[in-house]
Nanobody
């Protein structure tokens, strides 16, 4: 299983970014996909998850209405559209995969990508 996250960077408060995570080495359409983030000195926290067919999505309260998870099974890719970013969103963002769905603890997820840094600052 390989998960390659990208799309992070430096953005001003109020700005937007779209993260992507390309999967390989497994049957993508059979796995739920998730995004977590970890800020310095803090535990890894759940951001969003999406079921195998994309018909059910879950977002943490802190990002609901600003972030949106989606997937394209034909491209083996999961996305996280992030709008109205603020300093509290600064973190390393990780994508995760698991055949079950969709725990909010990092230990619920089987496989992890390497992370992409998102920094929100003026």
């Amino acid at each position: 299983v390989q998960l390659q996250a990208s799309g992070g960077g430096l953005v001003q408060p109020g700005g937007s970014l779209r993260l992507s995570c390309v999967a390989s080495g497994f049957t993508f359409s059979l796995y739920a996909m998730g995004w977590f983030r970890q800020a310095p000195g803090k535990e890894r926290e759940f951001v969003a998850a999406i079921r195998q067919k994309g018909d059910n999505k879950y977002h943490a309260g802190s990002v609901r209405g600003r972030f949106a998870i989606s997937r394209n099974n034909a491209k083996n890719t999961v996305y996280l559209q992030m709008n109205s970013l603020n300093a509290e969103d600064t973190a390393v963002y990780y994508c995760a995969a698991d055949p079950r769905c969709c725990g909010s603890r990092w230990s619920d997820w089987e496989s992890w990508g390497q992370g992409t840094q998102v920094t929100v600052s003026s």
